[in-house]
């Protein structure tokens, strides 16, 4: 998926990789993960629409990764 942004997009690695962070907390370990596509909000309009696929099949793996923890 990387490989599709950047060839979309060659600067957007510096947004890359989306980011997951788990955190320990006295109820166990809480994980956080990074939205792309709001990450990617921050690009022009037109670079948001060439990359809008990216983000949303990346948004869609994250969720089910989440889900399935």
Same mark, same amino acid.
């Given at each position: 998926?990387?490989?599709?942004? /950047?060839?979309?997009? =060659?600067?957007?690695? &510096? &947004? &890359?990789p989306c980011n997951v962070v788990l955190r320990e907390t006295e109820e166990g370990v809480e994980v956080l993960i990074?939205? #792309? ?5 921050? /690009? #022009?309009? +037109?670079?948001? %629409?060439? @990359? +809008? =696929?990216? +983000?949303?099949?990346?948004?869609? %793996? /994250?969720?089910?990764? @989440?889900? %399935? @923890?």
């Amino acid at each position: 998926m990387a490989a599709k942004a /950047l060839e979309a997009e =060659p600067e957007i690695g &510096l &947004l &890359l990789p989306c980011n997951v962070v788990l955190r320990e907390t006295e109820e166990g370990v809480e994980v956080l993960i990074q939205d #792309p596509e709001a990450m990617f909000r921050v /690009l #022009p309009e +037109a670079t948001q %629409r060439a @990359l +809008a =696929p990216v +983000a949303e099949e990346a948004r869609a %793996r /994250l969720s089910r990764a @989440l889900s %399935r @923890l």
